[in-house]
């Protein structure tokens, strides 16, 4: 019989919730990715953030790119994504002039990066200049980003989906959704945040309908107000069973990502499975089956 094509989503986690930070050897990122399958996670997201360790990826040399490559498969594993975080230390709307074009650079090497280490996704925070004082051109500014990297993304084959995030810029669907409208290219998507959109107490079945047709994948965490991280999965204010009543309504189909941080604690790996079951117990009762494979 042949397998249906609509019959699950994939259960992914982020690389914060695994032990390590795979430097440069073979052996290292053999063993950080091996914790994947270990947990029953069918892919990891990659995280290039403010730290100079995963900013450094960036740069990385075709070799390097290989062998991060070579281990993926290896491990019988994959790359659902890559989150580009860094873009909340390098504002695209920055009112530095050599901020912003340091965030179209980023732009194009996270691009890059996706591609070469065959990542579909890039996702990108919906901060405008996060840690400077609003300026009255920073939307304006990460508009003409995301407009500006569309082409380059369509040749590469990489989707970009936008993170609705915490803070005060694209704080909801709805917003991400303007930039994705403005664009009208399936390369700029939207990459919800169940937690975010709980953390700011806005109304999940609103939001998840206005990015309905649109949403690349999903992170999964659970959060509390003021709290956007490290909340037990099952302690916060999250309402799962909602959240994945209206995935269910809407036939979604996709890639989950489970955001956790674990911070290398010895059973991170434990900790992960743990918060994999919660999801896929309330997966299962909204009807949405689950499969441990990509393919």
């Known amino acids: 019989m042949t397998e249906s094509l609509t019959d699950g989503v994939t259960l992914g986690i982020y690389e914060k919730a695994l032990v390590g930070n795979p430097l440069a050897t073979d052996d290292d990122w053999r063993r950080f990715l091996n914790q994947v399958p270990e947990a029953g996670f069918s892919f990891v997201d990659l995280s290039v953030d403010e730290s100079e360790e995963r900013m450094a990826r960036l740069g990385w040399d075709q070799r390097r790119r290989r062998m991060v490559r070579h281990c993926v498969e290896a491990t019988e594993t994959a790359i659902g994504g890559v989150c580009l975080s860094v873009h909340r230390r390098i504002g695209p709307g920055s009112a530095d002039p050599a901020v912003r074009q340091r965030a179209r650079e980023v732009m194009g090497e ?123 999965m099952g302690e916060g ?18 890639r989950m990502m489970i955001e956790m941080w674990n911070d290398d604690a010895p059973d991170s790996n434990t ?8 999801i896929e117990e309330h997966l299962r009762t909204a009807g949405i089956p689950v499969r441990r494979a990509l393919f």
């Open 271 to 278: 900790r992960s499975a743990s918060a994999r079951q919660f």
């Open 237 to 254: 204010t999250v309402d799962w069973d909602e959240s994945f009543a209206v995935l269910a309504e809407q036939g979604w189909r996709g």
């Open 110 to 232: 996270g691009l890059q990066l996706c591609h070469d280490l065959g990542a579909p996704v890039l996702q990108v925070a919906g901060y405008y200049c996060y840690y400077e004082q609003m300026n009255d051109h920073a939307e304006q500014w990460y508009t003409d980003l995301l407009l500006d990297a569309v082409p380059m993304a369509a040749r590469l084959g990489v989707v970009m989906g936008i993170e609705n995030v915490d803070g005060t810029d694209v704080t909801s669907i709805r917003k991400a959704m303007e930039f994705v409208k403005l664009a009208d290219s399936p390369y700029l998507q939207v990459y919800p945040d169940l937690g975010n959109i709980a953390e700011q107490q806005l109304d999940v079945v609103t939001e998840l309908e206005a990015g309905r047709g649109h949403m690349v994948a999903i992170h999964v965490k659970d959060v509390r107000p003021g709290e956007p991280r490290r909340v037990p």
